[in-house]
């Protein structure tokens, strides 16, 4: 996601009194945080596909 779209949607759901530390602004950008849950989780879907409703 691009980070004008999400400054859009944070800004969209804060609440009043609830506010973002500015000093951590994309530090985590590019830190695979819970990469091995997306790997896992892409597979399953390569291999079984979209749930059907």
């Given at each position: ?18 506010k ?17 849950k997306?790997?896992?989780a ?12």
């Amino acid at each position: 996601m691009k980070t004008a779209q999400k400054e859009k949607v944070t800004k969209k759901k804060q609440q009043k009194d609830y506010k973002i530390n500015p000093s951590l602004k994309g530090k985590y950008d590019n830190e695979p945080l819970f990469q091995d849950k997306v790997v896992r989780a892409n597979h399953i879907l390569k291999t079984a596909g979209l749930p059907k409703f």
